[in-house]
């Protein structure tokens, strides 16, 4: 598979805003609030699509909150949107960061914070679309920043979950993994590997790197069975960890939910991965991207409407979290 990579996606410098009496407007109460949507979900369950389709729909642009997708490089192993993907809509925070040196939660949130303030000073909407939970509960509640009044108090949020049940989930994140070794993944870890490198700073956190790790330093000593051994455990090991991430996201997002009480509409996107073709665009269409145009549509419009699709947490998308909802509950009270 050839992917076209991003750098050619639309990539917005971010201006620094420095006018004078603009931070005193944003802050004045009485100001109407601007509104910044939230696409969140585990990996794989196709958070960008939303987001792209969204962006499409209404006038957005997308900031990616995925901690990975923030650093310069790696495209197949992060699983950048590729140009085609992005369909022209403007990305934020994709692909900007040193990929040698940590890109915090705190970092986030300036970057996040001054991208929104130059998206919906351009009358457009910010939508931010990404699988780091931690990222968005940092700027959601502030915890970090402690000198800038709460983000609730200055954008009223409306929070998109993309949710697959996780059986159907799993195997589509091995598959993919398969799809990313064939479209050159170890070709690109490679290209950054460094026996001396250190694997708990910047973009060698990724799922995909660390993994590799072992057959890279022997590929050239041991023989080709041997390596071949090592390469096919290196992949199992992805594909492990890839599905443990999936499940600490749901665990996260069930957190946000139960215990932060965040409202958030939860999509279940589980039909249109059972599918193929035109019927799963169907069932996209049907149950995730029609939906949430809707829900967003009314956000937009200043709507008080609740749709009806906000429906507690069902059991297919708690299995294998290790928090059992009723004990979530119990705690929170
Ligand atoms: C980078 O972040 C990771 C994960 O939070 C942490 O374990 C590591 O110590 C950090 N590294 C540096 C150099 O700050």
């Known amino acids: 598979m050839m992917r076209t ?6 990539q917005v410098q971010t201006p ?14 009485r100001r109407r609030k601007e509104k910044v949507v939230f696409v969140i979900g585990a ?31 790696l495209h197949i192993v992060t699983n950048k949107v590729t140009e085609e993907e992005c369909r022209g809509v403007p990305h934020h925070l994709l692909g ?5 040196t940590n890109f915090t939660a705190m970092d986030f949130c300036h970057h996040a914070s001054l991208a929104i303030q130059s998206i919906t000073a351009r009358n457009r909407h910010p939508i931010i679309a990404g699988g780091s939970n931690s990222f968005i509960e940092a700027l959601v509640n502030e915890a970090l ?49 460094d026996p001396e490198a250190d ?21 050239r000593i041991i023989g080709d069975k041997i390596a071949a051994q090592y390469l096919r455990k290196a992949i199992a090991k992805i594909k492990e960890n890839t599905c443990k991430l999936a499940c ?12 932060r009480g965040w409202k958030i509409h939860r999509l279940d996107a589980t039909e249109a991965f059972l599918k193929r073709g035109d019927d799963a665009e ?24 609740v749709p009806n699709i906000v429906v507690p947490v069902p059991s297919t998308a708690i299995i294998g979290s290790t928090v059992p909802m009723t004990a979530v509950a119990a705690a929170s009270h």
């Open 5 to 10: 990579i991003l750098s050619a996606c639309k």
């Open 16 to 29: 620094l805003l420095d006018i004078p009496g603009l931070n005193m407007e944003l802050f004045n109460p």
């Open 43 to 73: 990996t794989g369950t196709g958070k960008s699509k939303l987001s792209i389709d969204l962006a499409t729909r209404f006038p957005a642009e997308i900031i990616n909150s995925d901690k990975m997708q923030v650093y310069k490089g």
């Open 96 to 100: 900007i960061a040193d990929p040698n």
């Open 145 to 193: 920043v402690t000198d800038v009044p709460e983000f609730k108090s200055r954008y009223e949020c409306c929070f998109l979950w993309v949710d697959v049940s996780l059986p159907v989930l799993h195997r589509f994140v091995s598959e993919r993994v398969d799809r990313m070794v064939e479209a050159g993944l170890v070709e690109e870890v490679r290209r950054i590997f």
């Open 199 to 219: 694997y708990s700073r910047g973009i060698r956190r990724a799922i995909g790197v660390p993994e590799m790790d072992q057959f890279l330093r022997g590929e």
């Open 248 to 259: 600490s996201q749901l665990d996260k997002i069930h957190r946000l939910q139960n215990i």
């Open 282 to 305: 169907e069932a996209w269409e049907k149950h995730v991207a029609g939906p949430s145009t809707d829900i967003v549509g009314c956000f937009l419009r200043h709507q008080d409407c």
